[in-house]
Nanobody, 124 residues
Framework: QVHLVESGGGLVQAGDSMRLSCAISGRTFWWHTMGWFRQAPGNEREFVAAIRWYDGFTVYSDSVKGRFTISRDNAKNTIYLQMNSPKPEDTAVYYC?????????????????WGQGTQVTVSS
């Protein structure tokens, strides 16, 4: 059973930086893709970024491109979301997710596994 645990959320000032981590366990092969999504109150879950585990290829939403970076550490079975120059509109609960296969999907319904979420609040 795949298990995801996020960490690193909290309060950050606009223009500062924050890094989220997500540790994955239970995966026995490399053909999977991991992603970060976020959900603000009253909004649908929104794609942020995804990374293909076996080659590190990444994709980003337009709203975070150039500010956020997704990366992975194979040895630690962990992915990260480096959030630089966050804005108040980035405030949300951030979820780590995982799916079978190498398709860098932006659709949350295609991800089978989810973490518990971590709150990120960006103050102006």
């Amino acid at each position: 059973q795949v298990h995801l645990v996020e960490s690193g959320g909290g309060l950050v000032q606009a223009g500062d930086s924050m890094r989220l981590s997500c540790a994955i366990s239970g995966r026995t092969f490399w053909w999977h893709t991991m992603g970060w999504f976020r959900q603000a109150p009253g909004n649908e879950r929104e794609f942020v970024a995804a990374i293909r585990w076996y080659d590190g290829f990444t994709v980003y939403s337009d709203s975070v491109k150039g500010r956020f970076t997704i990366s992975r550490d194979n040895a630690k079975n962990t992915i990260y979301l480096q959030m630089n120059s966050p804005k108040p509109e980035d405030t949300a609960v951030y979820y780590c997710s995982d799916k079978d296969g190498r398709d860098l999907s932006t659709n949350p319904s295609e991800y089978q596994y989810w973490g518990q979420g971590t709150q990120v609040t960006v103050s102006s």
